[in-house]
């Protein structure tokens, strides 16, 4: 039998002890694509969280499935759609309690729409985010270079969010997408490194003007480093990762801050962490 913690009500087990409430919220992970990337993101979420003890990071559902079919794929090549997977992956975040769920994955957001409209918790939108970051911290880029996959190109997945922001996306030119983009992202999602390939492909991007670069590929900052580059290197997960730690932190305070509390999610609605009280 498992015992009962402080503050659980067995008349109500829908109901979060409030000592688990106070803590923050519970963030589940769809990850999985690809298992490195998943794990790099948790990593960087331990390490960006202000911390003194284990009690101070954030409580995580972490749901990895490296089975999700292949998201370019299926948006370039007919493949099998990954929904169903996503919508599973999200389902069980949600039936674990999650109060929001984050998606370290650029591509299989082209795929998000229909997973909002039926897990019924928010998701937060990491493409959205990376535009408000750029607008807010780096005002004067207005044309931005994009690592990313081939479907997250074709979707123009940043290109709505960046335009809204006045600025305008470079791609890599359809032999550098081939032979330096997709082979480097391939390669490292065998296990090997491809820093050269994507060292070379960044660098085209800025010799046609890119005022940054953004990674748009959670593989890409597993083989790029920003002093490879002489222009911002823009990193769609961190800017998750620190949005999420954000999150919690307000959560916490005594005093909330409303304006990251009531975060635009991916379905266009305003989401309020639960009363701590």
């Given at each position: 039998m498992i015992p009962q913690m402080p503050g659980d009500d067995p008349g109500r087990p829908e109901d979060d002890p409030a000592?688990?409430?106070?803590?923050?919220?519970?963030?589940?992970?769809?990850?999985?694509?690809?298992p490195a990337a998943t794990a790099d993101f948790y990593t960087r979420l331990v390490r960006e969280t202000p911390a003194t003890t284990d009690q101070d990071h954030l409580r995580v559902l972490l749901w990895c499935d490296p089975t999700v079919p292949d998201r370019s794929r299926a948006l370039l090549e007919g493949g099998t759609d990954p929904t169903p997977w996503l919508l599973r992956g999200a389902r069980v975040l949600a039936a674990a309690g999650s109060d929001v769920i984050a998606v370290?994955?650029?591509?299989?957001?082209a795929f998000l729409p229909a997973v909002a409209e039926e897990a019924g918790v928010p998701l937060v939108h990491m493409t959205e985010r990376t535009g408000r970051y750029l607008a807010r911290h780096h005002p004067s880029v207005r044309r931005v270079g994009l690592l990313a996959t081939t479907g997250t190109l074709r979707t123009k997945l940043y290109d709505g969010w960046l335009t809204d922001a006045g600025i305008s996306v470079l791609e890599p030119d359809p032999v550098s997408q081939a032979d330096e983009v997709m082979a480097a992202i391939r390669s490292i999602k065998a296990g090997e490194?491809?820093?050269?390939l994507l060292r070379t492909a960044a660098r085209r991007l800025v010799g046609r003007g890119a005022q940054a670069v953004i990674a748009g590929c959670s593989e890409v900052p597993l083989g790029l480093d920003s002093?490879?580059?002489?222009?911002?290197?823009?990193?769609?997960?961190?800017?998750l990762v620190r949005t999420l730690v954000a999150l919690h932190l307000s959560a916490r305070a005594s005093e909330p801050r409303r304006d990251i509390l009531d975060a635009?999610?991916?379905?266009?609605?305003?989401?309020?962490?639960?009363d701590s009280g």
């Open positions: 000592h688990l409430r106070s803590a923050g919220p519970l963030v589940g992970v769809l990850g999985g694509m690809g370290p994955c650029n591509t299989a957001h490194t491809s820093s050269q002093r490879d580059l002489l222009v911002p290197l823009i990193d769609p997960v961190q800017v635009e999610c991916h379905d266009g609605t305003k989401y309020r962490w639960r």
